[in-house]
Structure formats: structure tokens, C-alpha cells
């Protein structure tokens, strides 16, 4: 049976919202753009379009990282969230940026009357309404895990955020400041009587996408490539590991984050040489216990005692 945890419901509902928004939003900006013929809608109505898509990438990623391990996987499916964001980031740059960069030099090359702005403002004033309730409601749930893991909220973004709740914030945020630079754009050109500034929002628009696509997917990749877990956790380790009755040193320190809750931890360790097989067997006991005790994340542990090592410590977090 699939274990779900209360974070992962929570970033299905938060996913759920943002897509649910996207599709309402995405189909008024067609029709705005459309009708108005603003190269700015309809970068914005692709922008979310593909953010809808991404949603549908992001439940699966939730979906795919719940099976439980298999002969084939035996550490499970964690790594399949960051596969999929990592395919929602690739949506944004190919759908979003692309569309909106291919609007922006048609409309310089080819200018054409975009009509009254009135409808496009409307349509982006309600956008903004509904994606800054599911930016909202990201941002909440994403303090509320920064809060709980004792780190920053920006610090918690950038680093352990789970990928799906990750990428609906840079998402959901990155679509904000597109409306208010589709809005620039409508009104400038109206004031001055111009179809430059359209336009040219457009253009910013993808290049905002563009960075934070970049930005996701770099994110992503590393943890595919087998990112280690924070600096602060691994000494926190090593702490425990050294403060264990036996235990003379940490010569190396390896780990992995396989999903955002769950931790691969292996490290080699010099022991008392005068243990015996069982008193190292029961030490190494007690060093799984106070870690996974001190770190739930932390799944599997894998420990290569060494009595009476004498070589000088190797590592990612030698002893002093």
C-alpha cells in the first residue's frame, strides 16, 4: 500500500488550485487576445496554457514518487518527482517562453491595430486575482515546511522545496509580473498610440520564463545527477555519529537525497580496536537509531565500521 504523507497531499491540493486557475485563465487570455489582437495576451494565454500542462506533469510526478520500492527500484520512485518537474520546467521554456518570444518579433516586424485594451485589462485584473490566490496559497504552504525544517523560506526554496510545490511558487509568481507587464504594455500603447510597447512585453515576458525555466530545471538536474543533502544536516550527522559510546572518528560521509523526504545516508567510521564483533554490531545499531530518530527523512543508512583505522580521514566531513 502507497504511503502518502501530509506534505504530499498538500502539494497535490496546491498543484490542484494553481492548475484548476490556469485552465479558467488560460482560455479568457485566448479570448481577449484574440479579440484584441495583443501580442501580450496571447503570450500570457500560452504562458498558461503551459503552466496548466505543467500542472498535469507535477500530479504525476506526486503520483509516480508514492510507488513503493521494487526488485528494480529498491529505493523507491523519489527521484521521479524531480524527473517530471524537471519536464515541467522544459513545458515552460519550450511552450511559454517560445510562444511569447515568437508573439513579441511578430508584432515589431508586423505591428498591427490591437483595437481598445479594455476587455485585455479586465481579463488580466480577474487573472491576477486567481493567481494571486494560488500564489498565496503556495507561499503559505512553503512557510509552513521552511518553518517546520527550521529554515528560512527562501533559503527552504532554494535548496529542499519540494519540486512540485517548487515550481508552482516560481510559477505562479513569474505569472504575475507577465500581467503586470501585459498591462504595461496595453496602457502605454493606448496612452501613446503606439504598438511598440505590447510588443516588448511580450518579449520580457519570455524572458522571465526563461529564467525561471532555467532556473527549475538546474535545480532538478542536480538532485537526478544525486545532490547531497545540505551542509547543516550533514554535520548534524557527523555529530551524532561521533557522540555514539565507541565511536573514535567519521572518515567519510556520504549522502543523497532521493525524494525531498527521503535520505540515503552511508558513512565509514573508526571504532574502538578493542570492540568485539558484537559490541560493533550493537554500536552500529546505535548509531542507525539516533540518526533516523534525529533525521526522519532519513531512509536507509548504511554504516562500514573500521577498528582502530589509523589513515588520515577522507570525506566529505573528516574529523577535525
Not at 80 to 96: D, E, M, P, Q
Not at 118 to 135: C, D, K, R
Not at 207 to 224: I, P
Amino acid at each position: 500500500m502507497v504511503r502518502v504523507s501530509e506534505a504530499e497531499e498538500e502539494s497535490a491540493r496546491t498543484v490542484l488550485v494553481a492548475g484548476a486557475a490556469n485552465l479558467l485563465i488560460a482560455v479568457a487570455k485566448l479570448v481577449a487576445g484574440l479579440a484584441s489582437g495583443s501580442s501580450a495576451m496571447l503570450a500570457e494565454a500560452a504562458h498558461s496554457v503551459g503552466d496548466t500542462m505543467n500542472q498535469a506533469f507535477l500530479l504525476t510526478a506526486l503520483r509516480r514518487s508514492q510507488r513503493p520500492p521494487d526488485p528494480r527500484h529498491p529505493f523507491g520512485h523519489g527521484m521521479a518527482r524531480y524527473f517530471w518537474s524537471l519536464l515541467a520546467a522544459v513545458g515552460i521554456f519550450v511552450l511559454g517562453a517560445g510562444f511569447a518570444a515568437y508573439q513579441g518579433v511578430a508584432a515589431l516586424l508586423h505591428p498591427s491595430d490591437t483595437g481598445s485594451p479594455f476587455w485585455s485589462l479586465v481579463v488580466l485584473a480577474v487573472a491576477f486575482v486567481f493567481e494571486g490566490a494560488s500564489f498565496v496559497r503556495a507561499v503559505w504552504q512553503l512557510r509552513g515546511e521552511a518553518a517546520a525544517a527550521g529554515r528560512s523560506t527562501a533559503s527552504h526554496l532554494r535548496t529542499e522545496a519540494e519540486p512540485a510545490l517548487r515550481a508552482v511558487v516560481w510559477e505562479d509568481g513569474v505569472a504575475l509580473a507577465g500581467l503586470l507587464l501585459a498591462a504595461a504594455g496595453l496602457l502605454l500603447d493606448e496612452a501613446i498610440g503606439s504598438h511598440v510597447f505590447d510588443a516588448l512585453a511580450s518579449l520580457a515576458i519570455a524572458v522571465l520564463l526563461v529564467l525561471v525555466a532555467y532556473g527549475l530545471g538546474r535545480q532538478n538536474a542536480e538532485h537526478l545527477i544525486g545532490k547531497a543533502v545540505s551542509e547543516e544536516m550533514q554535520e548534524g550527522i557527523v555529530r551524532l555519529i561521533r557522540g555514539t559510546d565507541g565511536v573514535d572518528g567519521v572518515l567519510e560521509l556520504l549522502t543523497m537525497r532521493l525524494a525531498p523526504d527521503q535520505v540515503l545516508v552511508a558513512a565509514r567510521v573508526d571504532l574502538a580496536s578493542d570492540f568485539s564483533p558484537e559490541e560493533l554490531e550493537e554500536a552500529a545499531d546505535h548509531v542507525e537509531h539516533r540518526i533516523r530518530e534525529t533525521y526522519p527523512e532519513v531512509r536507509h543508512v548504511f554504516l562500514d565500521p573500521t577498528p582502530g583505522q589509523e589513515d588520515e580521514p577522507v570525506g566529505t566531513l573528516p574529523d577535525a
